[in-house]
């Protein structure tokens, strides 16, 4: 086991790289501690899977250095690395049995056969395939030959991470929340570090102490589950994660106050400094609430989701979309609202003023 | 429950049946007529029963021809498998070079039969072709027109020349559809090369193997026009296959009833091994 590190890792697939867009993988630094569940979430070609790769050796960076602990690996092969990789589509060896699948890396590397046995009657039994051991792969369905797959990287004990490549994108819906909570068991249990790569929010937020969320190409944060929510540092970080995201509103700064549709706001930021080509003010639909003090505005759409209703208001040319419980009644006439200061940030191309 | 009955269906069906019927079941049934029958023309028939098939199963010149061209097929496919697979696993995956490959891999299936006997016919002509002056100059004597040894390793290489291609197309086909996940999976399994061929590629390929191996087996065991054009099927009778027999008797000597015969045992054969073949590759596939 290991703490991984990435030091200025580029990626293309390029040949001659010259602008930032030939860049599937922008500048990445992170840190990743041993034994930490860790998810990496961002929508499909983000860069996601590249950045799994090059951990895993799959793929050489462009630029920059993979650390394990404090050697550099950026050069050493996949088979060196002592790393296990999940796919989204469970790899499989179908001629072989289910024990002959556990066995297989063991036995390329060369382990005694009475030990091979009691890693993988370990692991079957970890993974509830003992009664299938016998079975051959191939006739297992989706949620067993990844279960398989998982298995292949648990026999062996010398793994320094386990990665998942969006793992359960062919499972069915019912042995996903399974599969789910067996992988956060045998996290708890093993205390290997892992890496799970999704675009599936629920996912990532249920699995990992810490997310990194990626956005074309570059990590734009890191935190676990309710900095992303409550302190999103990026407007993508504000939208992609909760649902609805996060409202994302033009503003401008005037006389040393932020406007929205030229009403005065009150944020947690601090002014921005810099000249920027555009701000935004960010607030989550939770803290927008109906306050006869607040702006005036048009209701365009109620959704009632039971226990809270979704409403859409309009200003000044935006919509807004809010969280209301239940039991708050929604005014009729003359609907005002505002933000709740503490969680309204300002946007600075995207990044948040502090 | 009851089923709704609607005869209209069988209209639909009728223009298939039609069809068959006119290119394969009519003339299958005249060669069955002319199997139990003897004709002296002007459309007279005298019955004879299985006389006939009992003559050809007899037939020391039947079984000879049998024996000859499960030798040619059994050849052609132990050389034509396995190099076909191993040219498609050296082929390129990816790149320019991609195209040129299957450009030329392409041609030989392009060349229509008896062009391809006549190319290899001249080809290996022990005076004038340059396959033939080259053998012999090389202190080798080479003569498939009087060698039968030599006309057998002309007809196996023209095969293997003219249809490796197809197996080198479809096992690159098949390999092409193999994902990559697997392959870096492999990687991370510490797998080798081999084990990389053999607990990945060859299972995948199984499917698009099998048929290969029933197209060329079909392909081989019914060659007629090639050998007819490189040997007909000399020197003597040694390169005499079953479709080259069968057309000596039938159009050679106009024996027409133990031609018929002939044909519907030719054909049991080789439905018979297609069955087998299939079977065994097959097995254990739908578990």
Redesign the interface.
């Known amino acids: 086991m290991a703490k991984i590190t990435l030091q200025h890792v580029k990626h293309s697939y390029l040949p001659h790289p010259a602008q930032p867009q030939d860049y599937a993988l922008q500048e990445v630094d992170a840190v990743w501690s041993d034994g930490g569940a860790y998810a990496l979430l961002g929508p499909s070609g983000c860069g996601k899977t590249t950045l799994l790769?090059i951990i895993?050796g799959?793929l050489t960076p462009s630029e920059g250095r993979v650390l394990f602990d404090d050697d550099d690996v950026t050069d050493i092969?996949?088979?060196e690395r002592h790393?296990?990789?999940i796919?989204?589509?469970p790899?499989v060896?179908?001629?072989?049995s289910v024990f002959d699948n556990l066995a297989?890396?063991l036995r390329?590397?060369g382990v005694a056969e009475d030990k091979v046995k009691l890693r993988v009657n370990e692991v079957a039994a970890m993974l509830d395939l003992d009664d299938s051991l016998r079975r051959?792969a191939?006739?297992l369905t989706a949620d067993g030959k990844q279960k398989i797959?998982l298995g292949?990287?648990l026999v062996r004990e010398d793994v320094n991470v386990i990665m998942f490549d969006e793992p359960l994108t062919v499972i069915d819906p019912h042995l996903k929340w399974l599969l789910r909570s067996k992988l956060k068991e045998l996290h708890q249990q093993l205390g290997i570090t892992m890496i799970y790569v999704t675009h599936d929010q629920t996912e990532a937020l249920t699995f990992a102490d810490r997310v990194l969320v990626m956005f074309e190409g570059t990590v734009v944060q890191v935190g676990t589950p309710v900095d992303l929510f409550e302190r999103p540092e990026h407007t993508f970080v504000g939208h992609f994660i909760g649902s609805p995201g996060m409202n994302i509103l033009p503003c401008e700064i005037q006389g040393g106050a932020a406007l929205f549709a030229g009403n005065v706001l009150r944020t947690a930021s601090s002014l921005p400094t810099k000249d920027s080509e555009r701000i935004e003010v960010g607030v989550r639909p939770g803290f927008v609430r109906f306050d006869d003090g607040g702006f005036a505005v048009e209701i365009v759409n109620v959704e009632d989701l039971g226990r809270y209703k979704i409403v859409v208001v309009a200003h000044g040319g935006s919509t807004i979309k809010m969280i209301v419980d239940e039991d708050i009644q929604i005014p009729s006439e003359n609907p005002r609202i505002s933000f709740d200061p503490n969680h309204t940030r300002l946007y600075a191309d995207g990044w948040v003023v502090e | 429950m009851d089923k709704t009955t609607n005869q209209k269906a069988w209209l639909f069906v009728i223009p298939v049946v039609v069809l068959v019927a006119f290119n394969a079941l009519i003339p299958l049934m005249t060669v069955v007529n002319y199997s139990v029958q003897e004709t002296f023309g002007d459309n007279v028939f005298f019955w004879e029963g299985v006389k006939w098939f009992e003559q050809v199963l007899n037939s020391d010149r039947f079984h000879a021809s049998f024996l000859r061209q499960l030798a040619f097929t059994g050849m052609i496919l132990a050389i034509e498998v396995p190099l076909g697979i191993a040219v498609a696993l050296s082929m390129p995956r990816k790149g320019p070079w991609v195209s040129v490959c299957l450009v030329l891999m392409a041609l030989p299936l392009l060349i229509p039969w008896n062009v391809v006997g006549a190319m290899w016919n001249i080809f290996a002509l022990p005076d004038t072709g340059l396959l033939g002056r080259m053998i012999n100059g090389l202190g080798i004597e080479y003569n498939f027109t009087q060698q039968p040894v030599a006309a057998w390793m002309t007809t196996v290489v023209m095969d293997v020349w003219h249809w490796t291609s197809l197996v080198v197309l479809l096992a690159y086909a098949g390999l092409c559809s193999i994902p990559d996940a697997y392959y870096q999976a492999a990687k991370i399994d510490g797998a080798s090369s081999w084990a990389v061929f053999w607990r990945i590629q060859l299972p995948k390929l199984k499917r698009v193997l099998t048929i290969a191996i029933l197209l060329r087996f079909m392909d081989s065991f019914m060659i007629y026009t090639e050998p007819f054009v490189l040997t007909g099927g000399g020197p003597g009778n040694t390169t005499t296959f079953l479709s080259i027999d069968l057309v000596k008797i039938a159009l050679g000597q106009f024996d027409l009833g133990p031609a018929a015969a002939m044909s519907l045992i030719y054909f049991l054969i080789v439905l018979l091994l297609c069955w087998v073949f299939y079977t065994l590759m097959m097995r254990g596939e739908d578990r």
């Not at chain 1, 060896?93 to 072989?96: E, I, L, R, S, V």
């Open positions: 790769n895993s799959l092969a996949t088979t790393i296990a990789q796919f989204q589509f790899v060896y179908d001629t072989m297989f890396p390329n590397r051959r191939s006739g797959s292949r990287g």
